[in-house]
């Protein structure tokens, strides 16, 4: 795990990082990173604003983590779509919630299927390098794992998935 200030991420791939909640004097770090796009999957707080020109585009996908309000797959779809437009070109990915143990890790295990891996592979490799994550608590699991059969099941637009 790397931390910067209070900013606690770790690098899952090329292309991904899962963390804590960045703030405003994060973001040229952010942007030194390669990071395009931040994905706040926090309810109760807004995005932070880049004040860097140009800004880091953030994306707000305002989730609960709780086993009675599961994160919707609508909003899992959205963010793996807005995630794969970047990557796709080049950039990377800052997903965060505010521990980066549950919604941040279903939002960048979905970006891992939309990118052709299995729900397995997606935790396993997120566990192993973020081992603070916990993809496997049921209500998360259950959902990656729903999400990997939506988006396979509609073929969502991608190549991997073609």
Known sequence: MIVLGVMKYSQITDDLFIGTTPYA?????????????????????????????????SLWLPTFDTPLLPIPLHVMERGAKAA???IDTG?????????????????????????????????????????????????????IERFAQRWNALGSGHPANG
């Open 84 to 86: 794969l437009q970047v």
């Open 91 to 143: 950039g990377r990915v800052y997903v965060h919630c505010a521990a980066g143990r549950h919604r941040g890790v279903a939002m960048g295990a979905a970006i891992l299927i939309a990118q052709g891996h299995s729900a397995a592979e997606a935790m396993q490799l997120i566990k192993e390098q973020r081992p603070v994550a916990d993809p496997y608590i049921w209500y998360i699991r259950r959902q």
């Open 25 to 57: 004097e994060h973001y040229p770090e952010l942007r030194e990173m390669g990071v395009s796009l931040v994905i706040n999957m926090r309810i109760e707080r807004r995005p932070r604003p880049d004040p860097g020109s140009p800004p880091v585009r």
